[in-house]
Protein backbone atom coordinates (compact mmCIF):
# COMPACT_ATOMS: atom_id res chain seq x y z
CA UNK A 1 0.00 0.00 0.00
CA UNK A 2 1.54 3.18 -1.29
CA UNK A 3 0.11 6.52 0.22
CA UNK A 4 0.48 9.61 -2.01
CA UNK A 5 -0.92 13.67 -1.57
CA UNK A 6 -2.45 15.30 -4.41
CA UNK A 7 -3.85 18.92 -4.78
CA UNK A 8 -7.12 17.06 -4.97
CA UNK A 9 -6.60 15.55 -1.78
CA UNK A 10 -4.96 12.04 0.11
CA UNK A 11 -5.14 8.89 -2.15
CA UNK A 12 -3.71 5.24 -2.72
CA UNK A 13 -1.52 4.60 -5.34
CA UNK A 14 -2.95 1.33 -7.24
CA UNK A 15 -0.89 0.43 -10.29
CA UNK A 16 -1.45 3.20 -12.74
CA UNK A 17 -4.25 4.80 -10.94
CA UNK A 18 -4.72 6.72 -7.50
CA UNK A 19 -7.68 5.90 -5.33
CA UNK A 20 -8.63 8.96 -3.71
CA UNK A 21 -9.96 8.62 0.24
CA UNK A 22 -12.67 10.86 2.19
CA UNK A 23 -11.05 11.75 4.61
CA UNK A 24 -10.47 15.15 7.32
CA UNK A 25 -6.81 15.24 6.50
CA UNK A 26 -4.95 18.22 4.10
CA UNK A 27 -1.21 15.70 4.48
CA UNK A 28 0.31 12.48 5.23
CA UNK A 29 1.75 14.34 8.39
CA UNK A 30 -1.56 15.61 9.78
CA UNK A 31 -3.15 11.82 9.99
CA UNK A 32 0.46 10.98 12.12
CA UNK A 33 0.25 14.21 14.63
CA UNK A 34 -3.53 12.48 15.35
CA UNK A 35 -2.35 9.28 16.66
CA UNK A 36 -3.56 7.33 13.61
CA UNK A 37 -1.31 5.18 11.40
CA UNK A 38 -1.20 5.26 7.90
CA UNK A 39 -2.60 1.53 7.60
CA UNK A 40 -5.51 2.74 8.55
CA UNK A 41 -6.27 4.93 6.00
CA UNK A 42 -7.42 1.80 4.26
CA UNK A 43 -10.90 2.42 6.33
CA UNK A 44 -11.54 5.89 4.95
CA UNK A 45 -14.32 5.71 2.28
CA UNK A 46 -13.21 5.56 -1.60
CA UNK A 47 -14.74 9.31 -3.05
CA UNK A 48 -13.13 8.99 -7.00
CA UNK A 49 -10.47 7.55 -8.72
CA UNK A 50 -7.98 9.38 -11.30
CA UNK A 51 -5.12 8.05 -13.16
CA UNK A 52 -1.40 8.55 -11.63
CA UNK A 53 -0.56 10.62 -14.95
CA UNK A 54 -3.44 13.23 -14.53
CA UNK A 55 -2.67 13.63 -11.03
CA UNK A 56 -0.49 16.88 -9.44
CA UNK A 57 1.83 14.99 -6.78
CA UNK A 58 2.40 16.97 -4.17
CA UNK A 59 5.21 16.36 -1.36
CA UNK A 60 3.02 13.97 0.94
CA UNK A 61 3.79 15.47 4.33
CA UNK A 62 3.17 18.55 3.85
CA UNK A 63 5.26 21.36 4.10
CA UNK A 64 5.29 22.14 8.32
CA UNK A 65 7.90 19.02 8.71
CA UNK A 66 11.49 19.02 9.99
CA UNK A 67 14.22 17.68 7.79
CA UNK A 68 17.09 16.00 9.57
CA UNK A 69 20.09 14.41 7.43
CA UNK A 70 23.10 12.61 7.72
CA UNK A 71 26.60 13.05 6.11
CA UNK A 72 29.18 10.44 4.78
CA UNK A 73 27.03 7.21 5.71
CA UNK A 74 27.56 4.24 2.97
CA UNK A 75 30.95 2.44 2.56
CA UNK A 76 33.07 3.56 0.86
CA UNK A 77 32.76 7.68 1.21
CA UNK A 78 34.65 10.37 0.03
CA UNK A 79 34.68 11.85 3.47
CA UNK A 80 36.32 8.45 5.61
CA UNK A 81 37.19 11.22 8.06
CA UNK A 82 33.57 11.16 9.65
CA UNK A 83 33.24 7.40 9.51
CA UNK A 84 36.43 6.85 11.67
CA UNK A 85 35.62 9.95 14.50
CA UNK A 86 32.57 7.52 15.66
CA UNK A 87 30.53 10.28 15.10
CA UNK A 88 27.88 10.63 12.35
CA UNK A 89 27.65 14.45 10.74
CA UNK A 90 24.20 15.20 11.53
CA UNK A 91 22.58 18.57 10.34
CA UNK A 92 19.14 19.89 9.17
CA UNK A 93 17.37 21.17 6.13
CA UNK A 94 15.05 24.46 6.13
CA UNK A 95 11.72 23.18 6.11
CA UNK A 96 10.73 26.11 2.88
CA UNK A 97 13.57 23.44 1.03
CA UNK A 98 10.49 20.92 0.21
CA UNK A 99 10.24 20.65 -3.26
CA UNK A 100 7.32 18.38 -4.77
CA UNK A 101 7.80 15.17 -7.00
CA UNK A 102 7.74 16.79 -10.26
CA UNK A 103 9.00 19.95 -9.48
CA UNK A 104 11.77 21.71 -10.95
CA UNK A 105 15.00 21.86 -9.33
CA UNK A 106 18.02 24.16 -8.41
CA UNK A 107 20.40 26.92 -7.12
CA UNK A 108 20.74 30.27 -8.15
CA UNK A 109 23.55 29.76 -10.86
CA UNK A 110 25.52 33.06 -9.72
CA UNK A 111 25.85 31.56 -6.19
CA UNK A 112 25.65 27.79 -6.72
CA UNK A 113 28.14 25.99 -9.90
CA UNK A 114 28.29 22.34 -8.25
CA UNK A 115 24.54 21.31 -7.91
CA UNK A 116 24.30 17.65 -6.60
CA UNK A 117 22.17 15.03 -6.46
CA UNK A 118 21.59 12.28 -3.69
CA UNK A 119 19.59 9.81 -3.59
CA UNK A 120 18.69 8.59 -0.16
CA UNK A 121 16.12 6.41 2.04
CA UNK A 122 13.66 8.88 4.00
CA UNK A 123 12.35 7.86 7.37
CA UNK A 124 9.30 9.03 8.28
CA UNK A 125 8.69 9.45 12.10
CA UNK A 126 5.05 8.03 13.67
CA UNK A 127 4.99 9.42 16.93
CA UNK A 128 6.79 11.52 19.49
CA UNK A 129 10.51 9.97 19.81
CA UNK A 130 12.50 11.45 22.90
CA UNK A 131 15.74 9.71 24.05
CA UNK A 132 14.45 6.16 22.47
CA UNK A 133 17.29 3.47 22.23
CA UNK A 134 18.18 1.86 19.22
CA UNK A 135 16.41 -1.52 20.01
CA UNK A 136 13.46 0.21 20.21
CA UNK A 137 13.98 2.27 17.46
CA UNK A 138 12.22 0.89 14.37
CA UNK A 139 8.88 1.12 16.23
CA UNK A 140 8.82 4.64 16.14
CA UNK A 141 8.85 4.87 12.25
CA UNK A 142 5.75 4.78 10.00
CA UNK A 143 6.83 4.80 6.74
CA UNK A 144 10.21 5.24 4.26
CA UNK A 145 10.17 7.49 1.14
CA UNK A 146 12.52 8.45 -1.70
CA UNK A 147 14.28 11.92 -1.53
CA UNK A 148 16.80 13.93 -2.91
CA UNK A 149 18.81 15.55 -1.04
CA UNK A 150 19.86 18.26 -3.39
CA UNK A 151 23.24 19.53 -2.13
CA UNK A 152 25.19 23.01 -3.68
CA UNK A 153 28.50 21.65 -2.87
CA UNK A 154 30.61 24.88 -3.66
CA UNK A 155 28.56 26.78 -1.68
CA UNK A 156 28.93 24.10 1.52
CA UNK A 157 32.41 23.61 0.51
CA UNK A 158 32.62 27.74 0.71
CA UNK A 159 30.78 28.23 4.05
CA UNK A 160 31.31 25.34 6.18
CA UNK A 161 27.71 24.65 6.40
CA UNK A 162 25.20 21.73 5.35
CA UNK A 163 22.31 23.80 6.54
CA UNK A 164 23.47 26.58 4.10
CA UNK A 165 24.45 24.38 0.71
CA UNK A 166 21.28 22.00 1.56
CA UNK A 167 18.52 24.72 1.85
CA UNK A 168 17.60 26.40 -1.01
CA UNK A 169 13.87 26.68 -2.14
CA UNK A 170 13.23 22.85 -4.07
CA UNK A 171 16.41 21.14 -2.46
CA UNK A 172 14.27 18.78 -0.59
CA UNK A 173 11.82 16.20 -2.57
CA UNK A 174 10.68 13.60 -1.17
CA UNK A 175 7.94 11.41 -2.79
CA UNK A 176 6.02 10.75 -4.51
CA UNK A 177 4.83 7.62 -2.18
CA UNK A 178 5.16 6.34 1.48
CA UNK A 179 5.46 2.77 2.25
CA UNK A 180 4.36 2.16 5.15
CA UNK A 181 6.83 -0.04 7.60
CA UNK A 182 4.36 -2.99 7.78
CA UNK A 183 5.15 -3.28 4.17
CA UNK A 184 8.88 -2.46 3.66
CA UNK A 185 10.18 -6.62 3.18
CA UNK A 186 13.70 -6.17 4.75
CA UNK A 187 14.20 -2.99 6.65
CA UNK A 188 17.55 -3.54 7.04
CA UNK A 189 18.19 -4.26 3.00
CA UNK A 190 16.12 -1.43 1.32
CA UNK A 191 17.42 -0.85 -1.82
CA UNK A 192 18.93 3.29 -2.55
CA UNK A 193 19.30 3.52 -6.78
CA UNK A 194 19.69 6.99 -8.73
CA UNK A 195 19.89 7.83 -12.64
CA UNK A 196 20.47 10.94 -14.61
CA UNK A 197 18.84 11.41 -17.79
CA UNK A 198 18.63 7.58 -17.46
CA UNK A 199 22.42 7.20 -16.97
CA UNK A 200 22.27 4.94 -13.61
CA UNK A 201 24.70 6.41 -11.11
CA UNK A 202 23.20 5.53 -7.59
CA UNK A 203 23.43 1.62 -7.18
CA UNK A 204 23.35 0.39 -3.17
CA UNK A 205 21.14 -0.46 -0.13
CA UNK A 206 20.95 0.27 3.77
CA UNK A 207 22.73 -2.52 4.08
CA UNK A 208 25.89 -0.66 3.77
CA UNK A 209 25.32 2.31 5.84
CA UNK A 210 27.67 2.89 8.57
CA UNK A 211 24.80 4.28 10.82
CA UNK A 212 22.13 2.27 10.63
CA UNK A 213 18.80 3.87 10.85
CA UNK A 214 18.32 2.74 14.23
CA UNK A 215 21.26 4.28 15.48
CA UNK A 216 20.64 7.31 13.71
CA UNK A 217 17.06 8.00 15.26
CA UNK A 218 18.55 7.17 18.20
CA UNK A 219 21.19 9.59 18.59
CA UNK A 220 18.79 12.37 16.90
CA UNK A 221 16.42 11.72 19.58
CA UNK A 222 18.41 11.77 22.59
CA UNK A 223 18.95 15.68 21.63
CA UNK A 224 16.01 16.43 19.80
CA UNK A 225 12.20 15.83 20.20
CA UNK A 226 11.16 14.30 16.92
CA UNK A 227 7.62 14.48 16.07
CA UNK A 228 4.87 12.37 13.75
CA UNK A 229 5.62 13.00 9.85
CA UNK A 230 9.54 14.69 10.50
CA UNK A 231 11.59 13.06 8.33
CA UNK A 232 15.26 11.84 8.90
CA UNK A 233 17.13 11.36 5.57
CA UNK A 234 19.89 8.83 5.96
CA UNK A 235 22.92 9.48 3.61
CA UNK A 236 23.32 9.26 -0.13
CA UNK A 237 25.56 6.05 -1.75
CA UNK A 238 28.29 6.34 -3.59
CA UNK A 239 27.62 7.36 -7.24
CA UNK A 240 26.91 11.29 -6.25
CA UNK A 241 28.61 13.36 -8.84
CA UNK A 242 30.93 14.73 -6.07
CA UNK A 243 32.04 11.22 -6.17
CA UNK A 244 32.78 12.07 -10.11
CA UNK A 245 32.79 15.22 -10.65
CA UNK A 246 29.37 15.06 -13.19
CA UNK A 247 27.40 17.92 -11.38
CA UNK A 248 23.76 18.59 -12.80
CA UNK A 249 23.20 21.00 -15.68
CA UNK A 250 19.89 22.59 -16.77
CA UNK A 251 17.32 20.05 -17.87
CA UNK A 252 19.01 17.54 -16.50
CA UNK A 253 16.17 15.07 -14.99
CA UNK A 254 17.12 12.83 -11.59
CA UNK A 255 15.43 9.33 -10.88
CA UNK A 256 15.42 8.63 -7.47
CA UNK A 257 14.35 4.90 -6.63
CA UNK A 258 14.25 3.35 -3.29
CA UNK A 259 12.47 0.54 -2.10
CA UNK A 260 9.56 -0.54 -3.78
CA UNK A 261 8.43 3.07 -3.48
CA UNK A 262 7.01 5.04 -6.55
CA UNK A 263 10.30 6.96 -8.27
CA UNK A 264 10.82 10.23 -7.63
CA UNK A 265 11.24 12.61 -10.14
CA UNK A 266 12.54 16.17 -10.64
CA UNK A 267 14.41 18.21 -13.44
CA UNK A 268 16.94 21.01 -12.90
CA UNK A 269 15.60 24.44 -13.74
CA UNK A 270 17.36 27.71 -14.04
CA UNK A 271 17.55 30.49 -11.39
CA UNK A 272 18.85 33.71 -11.31
CA UNK A 273 20.57 35.19 -8.56
CA UNK A 274 21.37 39.07 -7.98
CA UNK A 275 24.87 38.24 -6.17
CA UNK A 276 27.83 35.43 -6.46
CA UNK A 277 28.65 33.26 -4.02
CA UNK A 278 32.44 35.34 -3.99
CA UNK A 279 30.35 38.42 -2.81
CA UNK A 280 28.40 36.70 0.05
CA UNK A 281 31.26 35.75 1.49
CA UNK A 282 33.19 39.18 0.81
CA UNK A 283 29.90 39.58 2.78
CA UNK A 284 30.36 37.57 5.83
Not at 78 to 94: E, L, Y
Not at 257 to 282: D, F, H, I, Q
Request: include cysteine.
Amino acid sequence: MELLLTDDGIGVLEGESITLLATEFADLSEVLAAGSTLEELRKAPVRNEIAFSDARVLTPLGRRISIWGVGSNYRPQTWTQFVRSGNPTIFMKAPSSLANPGAEIGAPATIADQLDYEGELAVVIGRHMCDVSEEHAWDYVAAITAANDSTARDVMKATDNPTLGKSFPQFSAIGPTLLPLSCVENRDDIAVRSWVNSEPRQDSSTRELVYSVPELLARISRFALLLPGDVVLTGGPKGRGIDSGQYLNVGDVVTISVGTCAPLVNTVGARSGSVSLRELMKEG
